[in-house]
């Protein structure tokens, strides 16, 4: 069995709907389908939440009426039997009821999180009701009840395999299985999330769960191009990726791809296949095992990141010294980046600065300590095992006239990172495409 995802953008109006119930029906293959919320729908419920949690009900009240006014238009435009309108009306307006059931009581994170799920729980609702009304036998699957959390705050993996395939089990013969993107519970019951942009996360999960043949992520682009096309033109599609390639480029800001979404599908040895929902018959890109040798992939930027360099004379054939310096960011549960190092100094990157002020005061104690806020990574990715020669160069060329503030290679066969300054980021993406994938005319 295979494992479509479709994002916000699939799914924003009753005809991408339509369209999306076209694409999933029309090999006749049995399949599990992840839908995301329709898109905008996840932002307005975070600024519902927010309106409640600043005690303004009536913002909130204001935001959930036009939220609800938005919905019920489309209601007709999806369905053609009065019975189904009705059905999909009552189910929205169930839901729109419990939103503005949050007023007049104290609001916790709770709270928003049960908020943030019903954007999830009305898409999935809709496209079921509307798969059902064209005869497709077509089967809901409530997230909440097998997508679950450990008290690690990590997908429990053995509870989320046992219980899909039970609930497949037991609800045997249906041509589709719509359900949730996004949303979970936590180790308590209670109900959480993935984080924003976690659909994709739970397509891999499901994947990972039921063995899936295959998991395709459907968007609104042909595939994952070789660099970010909201900043460079001209981008291409890449038609295959090693799992590790592609984990680099989700996580260091290829939004296309959720960063935690490849890891379940690759433990699990599933391969997963990028493709368009507005150009289905476009090959996308597919991310296996296989590795192209000798090959440049793309090019991605993370923005927001903070460096940290701690200059010390302590640390000249000092053995230690790291482990001191690791051991605050341990503290402080912050994650690092890049790091590159000299024999008096260390530079880091990190890009969660909840804690860096205590950060930095403590690592005052080893050194001399400098911040640079509002830096980019730049990240090239593809076959870069270090006896393949000329392709650091060749990255490093494309950059002469940038200021770079920290290389790192050999971290990995599959990346070198440049840390630029946030400002030069466009510039650094877009002469990284001319000179990495331009053709020579
Ligand atoms: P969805 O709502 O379907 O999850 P997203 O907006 O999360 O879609 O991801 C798709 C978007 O990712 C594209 O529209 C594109 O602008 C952006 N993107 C950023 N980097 C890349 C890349 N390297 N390749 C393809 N798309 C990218
Ligand atoms: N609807 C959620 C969001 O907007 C999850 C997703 O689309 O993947 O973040
Ligand atoms: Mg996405």
Redesign the pocket.
Known sequence: MKVY??????VGTPDRMKEVCRLITEDGEQKVVVL?AM?GTTNSLVEIADYFRKGNPEGASNMVNALRRQYHQHVPQLHDTEEMRERTIKMLDDIFLQLHDFRGREFSDADEKVILSKGEIMSTNMVTNYLKEIGVKACLLPALEYMRLDYNGEPDVAFIRERLNDLLESNPGYDIYITQGFICRNADGAIDNLQR?G??YTASLIGAAIRADEIQ?????D????????FVEG?T??RQLNFEEAAE?AYF??????PTCVQPARYAGVPVR?KN?MEPSAPGTLINNDLQEGCIK???AKDNITSIKIVSSRMFLASGFMCKVFNVFDKYKTSIDMITTSEVGVSLSIDNTSHLATIVDELKELGTVLVDEKMCIICVVGDLRWSNKGFKSLATAALRDIPVRMISYGGSDHNISFLVSMSDKKRALRALQTQLFSKPS
């Open positions: 995802k479709f994002g916000g953008t699939s995301s898109s942009g659909s994709d992520i459907w968007t609104d682009i595939g994952m191009h070789n660099n970010d096309p909201r981008t599609p890449v480029l800001g290829a939004k296309i791809l959720h990028l929902t793309a090019v991605a």
